[in-house]
Each structure stands twice: as structure tokens, then as C-alpha cells.
């Protein structure tokens, strides 16, 4: 974290020398200061960094929430990855092509090498909030990588701002990534903040229509605290709430 310069962006290909690392601390024999001064002693290696210039999505992945009148809920996101999969089915199911979330090519040490005993790596993040025990929110989107970041913002929204989940959705949706050196964001947020990350903290602004399927399409639910449920589908790809017709 104190290698984070917080006064201007910082160039993407700098971040893997940033990323945490449990393992000098896994046995407790060491310190944090006595970690950090070892590393002074050694010399950083290359690491092989690689810039999608173009970002392609496809419609292929789904999720949605579930509430019952007992409080049973489920957050659910299901993908086939690439649109159709592998292009093959059986039985009505297409197989999918998450394979490919492996790294093409191996780097020595890099967590997503195609290796015996993995699991290729995923960004959907089905997630339930709760609250003092409770079921409070329960939300998910597909969006490729801007999954956690259209999750994170909609928390942050609901718990800091104390939004409703129809603002939270509709919020205009931003994402910076280690792909791409831009940051990715929807129209609708104020004039001087762009400006503020261009001119000040010299980032570059890749601008969306509003709303963009880009970023996602949550579908949420609810638990007011008079014990209402209240579902939202997404603006960007069409999603819907529904309920059981009341007395059934």
C-alpha cells in the first residue's frame, strides 16, 4: 500500500511489483520490516505485462438473485465464458471454454499457468451483504472483468451512501485495469471529475454511451428493514424482477 503514489496514476506495468504476497510471513519467523530490508537486497526480475488495447465481450454469462419468504437467499452467476462455449453441447448444455482463462503462454511462477491442480481464474463474484445476522443484499452481474468492480461500487453505494438498489444500479460504472491503461467509464459522472483524473492525476478517460452492457448487468435484491424485499434487474442487458402473485 505505501507504494502507492495517491498524487498522479501509475503506469499498470509497475502494479505486479505491488501485488501482495503471503508467503515470507506464512511461518511468523519474520517481520514486515525485516521482510521489506530483505527485499532491498534483491533485484527485481521482468515481468511480462500485456495490454488489450481492444476489449471484446460477449453476452455469455448470466446471473440472478433469489429470496424466499423464509429468508433462504441465493446469488447465483453462471458463465460458459466465450459466447456458446466451446461451440459444443450435449444433452442440451453447452460445454464451456473457461480454459482459456489459463495464460497462453507460461511465465515461470504466474498463478494462472496451466498447471496440474488448478482451477483457471474467474472474476464472477456472487455475493450476499448481510447484516446483523440478516440477509440484507444480494447481488451479482456478469461483465467479464468489470464484475468486481460493478459489485464493489454498488456496495460501496449501498453502505457509504446509503443508496436504494435502484440508484445503485443505475449509477454510471467505471473500471481501471492492469489490460488496458485507460480508465473505462460511462457517461453521467460529473464534468469537473473527469477533468480532475485527466489534468491532475493524468489519467486516461475511455468513455462509454450510458447505459453500456460494458459494464455488467447487476440483478439485485433488497431486505428493507420493515422486512419488504425489493428486487431490481439490470438497466444495461435487459434483466427484470419478479415476485409470486400475492397469497400464493
Avoid at 229 to 248: D, E, L, Q
Wanted: charged fraction near 25%.
Amino acid at each position: 500500500m505505501m507504494g502507492i503514489d495517491l498524487s498522479k496514476a501509475s503506469d499498470p506495468a509497475t502494479w505486479a511489483y505491488r501485488s501482495g504476497d503471503p508467503a515470507p510471513y506464512d511461518s511468523g519467523e519474520k517481520t514486515y520490516v525485516e521482510v521489506m530490508l530483505e527485499g532491498l537486497k534483491e533485484t527485481p526480475k521482468p515481468v511480462a505485462s500485456r495490454i488489450l488495447e481492444d476489449c471484446v465481450e460477449s453476452p455469455s454469462t448470466t446471473h440472478f438473485s433469489v429470496i424466499d419468504k423464509h429468508g433462504n437467499a441465493i446469488a447465483w452467476t453462471q458463465t460458459i465464458s466465450a459466447f456458446f462455449g466451446t461451440g459444443d453441447w450435449i444433452d442440451g448444455y453447452f460445454l464451456n471454454n473457461e480454459i482459456g482463462n489459463f495464460k497462453s503462454q507460461f511465465v515461470e511462477g504466474d498463478p494462472q499457468n496451466m498447471e496440474p491442480g488448478k482451477r483457471p481464474r474467474t472474476t464472477i463474484a456472487p455475493t450476499i451483504v448481510e447484516k446483523d445476522g440478516e440477509v440484507r443484499w444480494i447481488i451479482g452481474s456478469p461483465g467479464a472483468a468489470r464484475i468486481v468492480s460493478t459489485i464493489v461500487e454498488m456496495i460501496v453505494g449501498l453502505i457509504d451512501f446509503d443508496w436504494s438498489i435502484e440508484e445503485a444500479v443505475k449509477a454510471p460504472k467505471f473500471i481501471g485495469s492492469d489490460t488496458y491503461k485507460e480508465i473505462h467509464m460511462e457517461e453521467g459522472y460529473p464534468e469537473g471529475t473527469v477533468v480532475f483524473l485527466e489534468k491532475i492525476l493524468g489519467h486516461k478517460i475511455k468513455k462509454y454511451s450510458y447505459p453500456d452492457l460494458f459494464f455488467g448487468g447487476p440483478n439485485v435484491i433488497s431486505v428493507e428493514e420493515d422486512g419488504v424485499f425489493v428486487g431490481m434487474g439490470s438497466i444495461r442487458r435487459n434483466g427484470a424482477a419478479a415476485a409470486p402473485t400475492s397469497g400464493k
